[in-house]
């Protein structure tokens, strides 16, 4: 649009040159105004809506760390503060963790000193990890994000979920658990980079080793990794088996993910043993588990994991001796020493100082901590209940069991460490308080493909049968392999 100047219009008509201004001044005024509201009203997506209620003068803080990071940020994006109630926000003071992590040693273990539920309308994308500040980042420490992008696959996408997993398939009608991402206090976990990932490990084998969540763990990245292989020129892995081990095989990049079945990480049998009877699992706490160790040097990255198989029926043996028992007690014999959650330390601190000293391998071995169940009203097996949850917590209730079986584990992997030779590649990914605001991640009763299962409580109360302890895929569990890519990283690509 072309405007006629001063000069030309005062033949037309006679006006003082400074109301003349003043005029010109509003109309340009009234002009860029319209245009603002036409762009806000046309383009509202460009925008970001954050939820915090932090005190001012940390919200600025979070807000510079938010728009710090060395990514790829919309520059066109308003970020708006507002306050809500007080129960969108998590505060956590419990520091298990710190309390008694030796900082000399060697970990991704870092200090919780506060986890934040924090609804966040974000339009900024980091591409690339490695633009994190891994030095200052603490992926264990930080806020759970609502994220518009949504999963990183769908359960109509992946053909390798177990049916018991697959919750959308299975009847469950919310989807919002799938959208809440993990974002560490001072850095952003990026989304999973699959490429990336398939890069990383060209020429590799990763191995879970553990009990059916270490299966749920490695679905979860096979989902992932089947989304590249749709989209560009990596192909699908082919699955394979060799003996009672399976295996899938990328092709593309000669990278290999395989499981091994160990649900106590030692040597166990149901050979007889002393008065133990014979069709109770006998645990030698000190032998680790020669299925997969005797494989260990094929392994250039081992996620170990385990746990929950110790409230199982079992007896334990330590140094060829009985020494104490689960659900079961010998007779005659009185209350033996060694309960399941001294058992369990045990095992782990077995398992991980066998893989450091083992003189053949060279790869990474990485101990997936505790991962946390959230039966309420009872236990798995004792009308134990997580109906109803379609969100993260604001506040979590202790669980005193979880908290001990954490520590536990923790405690077990520095002793080992401590014990290992100074080059030795053990990591804790330490999981278990980030996945305690997530009961909303849980099956729940959406655990069987059944059309005619009961997923509503009875007349009196009960709760339908469930799970609460296995993952949902897509849900919360995706983000375990985000930061097991993210440790990988960092090993292979340094800090």
Not at 228 to 252: C, D, H, I, L, N
Request: hydrophobic share 35%.
């Amino acid at each position: 649009m072309t405007m006629s100047s001063p000069r030309s219009l005062s033949g037309v008509m006679t006006v003082p040159r400074s109301l003349f201004k003043i005029v010109v001044s509003a109309g340009g005024l009234l002009l860029l105004l319209i245009l603002i509201s036409f762009q806000l009203t046309c383009y509202p997506l460009i925008s970001s809506f954050h939820v915090s209620l932090l005190p001012v003068e940390q919200n600025r803080k979070s807000d510079s760390a938010v728009l710090s990071g060395t990514g790829n940020i919309d520059t066109q994006s308003v970020n708006i503060s507002v306050s809500l109630n007080a129960n969108e926000v998590i505060q956590h003071t419990d520091t298990p963790s710190s309390a008694i992590y030796n900082d000399s040693v060697k970990s991704d273990l870092g200090n919780s000193d506060g986890v934040t539920l924090d609804i966040n309308r974000s339009s900024f994308h980091i591409e690339d990890s490695t633009y994190l500040d891994s030095g200052n980042c603490d992926l264990y420490n930080g806020k759970w994000i609502y994220d518009l992008d949504g999963p990183l696959y769908t359960n109509n996408t992946c053909p390798v979920i177990s049916p018991k997993q697959n919750c959308q398939g299975n009847g469950r009608s919310d989807k919002e658990y799938e959208n809440w991402r993990w974002k560490p206090k001072n850095c952003h976990l990026p989304r999973f980079d699959a490429k990336k990932f398939l890069e990383l490990m060209r020429g590799k084998t990763l191995a879970f080793v553990g009990d059916s969540i270490a299966r749920n763990q490695m679905e979860s990245l096979l989902c992932i990794l089947w989304q590249v292989t749709a989209s560009s020129s990596f192909e699908a892995p082919k699955k394979r088996r060799k003996g009672k081990r399976q295996y899938f095989y990328f092709k593309s990049t000669s990278t290999t993910l395989t499981r091994y079945w160990s649900s106590w990480l030692v040597h166990q049998t149901t050979e007889s043993f002393a008065s133990v009877p014979d069709n109770i699992v006998k645990v030698h706490l000190d032998l680790p588990d020669e299925d997969f160790m005797e494989n260990l040097p094929k392994f250039d990255v081992v996620v170990l994991s385990s746990g929950h198989w110790f409230v199982k029926q079992s007896a334990y043996i330590l140094n060829g001796t009985l020494v104490g028992g689960q659900l079961w007690q010998p007779k005659g014999e009185g209350n033996m020493q060694i309960k399941n959650i001294d058992a369990f330390g045990i095992s782990v601190e077995t398992c991980l100082t066998a893989i450091a000293s083992h003189p053949n391998f060279t790869g990474l071995a990485i101990v997936r901590s505790y991962s946390p169940d959230h039966y309420e009203g009872g236990a798995w097996n004792t009308g134990g209940s997580c109906t109803g949850k379609d969100r993260p917590l604001t506040t979590v209730v202790r669980n005193g069991f979880t908290d001990v079986m954490h520590e536990k584990q923790v405690n077990s992997f520095v002793n080992a460490v401590k014990k290992a030779r100074v080059d030795s590649k053990l990591r804790l990914m330490d999981i278990t308080e980030p996945f305690a605001y997530r009961p909303d991640g849980h099956p729940g009763p959406y655990r069987s493909p059944d059309p005619n299962k009961n997923t509503k409580r009875g007349a009196n109360g009960e709760p339908p049968p469930q799970d609460c302890l296995h993952w949902c895929m897509p849900g919360p569990i995706d983000t375990w392999n985000e930061i097991l890519l993210e440790v990988i990283r960092r090993e292979f690509h340094g800090r």
